[in-house]
């Protein structure tokens, strides 16, 4: 299973971004494998349709599960549409390493 | 000039059966062609003839257009007497159309979550995995609209600040001590005492 995170920048260390469709970078981690991807976001500064943008490029990855801050109002019809489960983490300061770590614990 | 794109249909309860049989003597052995009926031809006649609502409140609910909504209904009661006459069945599939899912809140690591397999009930939170979880009421409100706004109510008769609520408009609150309506402070037309 591949859960996607948007992430402020390229390292585990870096915080979560709590904007979905213009986050910095896309983590991709495939709980199987335990490998981590690290995709620039091209629509990072885009004047409009981020969201939905973002939501072709990362299911084109095939991910199953979404953590941001924040969803736009375009976002969610279209990923319950496909089955794509959003997880909405509100907490500041949280680091991708830490949430790939309660993931982890999750799916044991 | 290309059209517009079919709106997807917000579908509310899904139909608990995949479809419905006739039965009765004539029909044995007679495997008649079924009546298609789409998800969201189910939900428009759910909403109108059981739920018993009109058609502009129920084309809100299911999130098309009143006219659309009206061209969904008129084709279900067409399917639906068709099938009804000609003795056939009918099943529920397909459709441009998606499941409304709740969201749900973790008390363990304080993050929502929806569910998007309707079919499946939800035991644990998908991120820490504890099972302290439950129903959240609404949408999971803003951090950043709560945080961002320190702007103030004011009363024009008697100059009473009140701290704006975010999602509240001004003009609605009354003026708790001489029940005036209230104003956005800084706001032309606004007399500053």
């Known amino acids: ?108 | 000039m290309s059209p517009n794109l079919k709106r997807p249909r917000k579908i509310l309860s899904p139909p608990p059966v995949k479809g419905f049989k006739p039965y009765g003597p004539d029909l044995d052995g007679k495997p008649a062609e079924p009546v298609m009926l789409l998800f969201e031809e189910y939900e428009a006649l759910r909403l109108c003839d059981y739920d018993m609502l009109n058609h502009h409140h129920a084309s809100q609910a299911m999130g098309v257009s009143r006219p659309t909504f009206t061209r969904i209904y008129a084709s279900v009661r067409q399917k639906i007497a068709r099938a009804f006459v000609e003795g056939r069945q009918i099943t529920v599939e397909g459709g441009k159309v998606y499941f409304d899912s709740g969201w749900y809140h973790c008390s363990s690591c304080s993050c929502y979550f929806n569910n998007p397999e309707m079919e499946q009930a939800t035991t644990a939170c998908p991120l820490c995995g504890s099972n302290a979880i439950g129903k959240a009421e609404g949408e999971p409100v803003s951090a950043f609209e709560v945080a961002d706004t320190n702007d103030l109510c004011i009363c024009p008769a008697c100059g009473l600040e009140l701290l704006h609520q975010p999602g509240q408009p001004c003009g609605q609150q009354t003026c708790p001590s001489c029940h005036t309506r209230m104003r956005r402070k800084g706001t032309p037309g606004c007399r500053m005492p």
């Open chain 1, 1 to 108: 299973m591949k859960i996607a995170i948007t992430s402020t920048g390229n390292s585990p260390e870096s915080l979560l971004d709590h904007r979905f469709g213009r986050c910095a970078f896309f983590v991709v981690y495939d709980t199987e494998s335990g490998a981590t991807e690290f995709i620039p976001n091209p629509h990072k500064n885009a004047e409009d349709s981020a969201g939905p943008a973002s939501v072709q490029m990362i299911t084109s990855r095939k991910v199953n599960k979404i953590v941001s801050g924040e969803f736009g109002a375009k976002i969610k019809e279209t990923l319950d549409s496909m089955k794509i489960q959003l997880i909405v983490l509100r907490k500041p300061g949280i680091t991708i390493g830490r949430i790939i770590e309660m993931l982890n614990h999750a799916n044991e």
